[in-house]
């Protein structure tokens, strides 16, 4: 059974930036698709960026070129890296992962999901 523990979140201002980390066991077979998603009180939760086992990553268009999502295979841990933050970057940050040969941001497609870690942005 896949685990996955999340850390990081908390509060900043405006432009201020947040590491998120992930740490993840219970990994059997690889390949394995693992991203990040959001979600704000009364909407949906959306993807934010996803990674496959080799490194290929996306990005949804709102966080393209402020975030970064990276791993470390050998430590099992999921990384985002979010900079220049805004205040409608504030959410619950939960991280997943689902066992395939294919990776789509797609949070109906993830298996394992953390418990997620809040993060709020104040204007």
């Known amino acids: 059974q896949v685990q996955l523990v999340e850390s990081g979140g908390g509060s900043v201002q405006a432009g201020g930036s947040l590491r998120l980390s992930c740490a993840a066991s219970?990994?059997?077979?690889?390949?394995?698709?693992m991203g990040w998603f959001r979600q704000a009180p009364g909407k949906e939760r959306e993807g934010v960026a996803r990674?496959?086992?080799?490194?290929?990553?996306d990005y949804a268009s709102a966080v393209k070129g402020r975030f970064t999502i990276s791993q470390d295979n050998a430590k099992n841990t999921l990384s985002l890296e979010m900079n220049s933050l805004k205040p409608e970057d504030s959410g619950m940050y939960y991280c997943?992962?689902?066992?395939?040969?294919?990776?789509?941001?797609?949070?109906?497609?993830?298996?394992?999901w953390g418990q997620g870690t809040q993060v709020t942005v104040s204007s």
């Open positions: 997943a992962a689902f066992q395939a040969s294919y990776c789509i941001l797609d949070p109906t497609r993830f298996t394992y």
């Open positions: 990674i496959t086992t080799g490194g290929t990553t």
């Open positions: 219970g990994y059997t077979n690889r390949p394995y698709c």
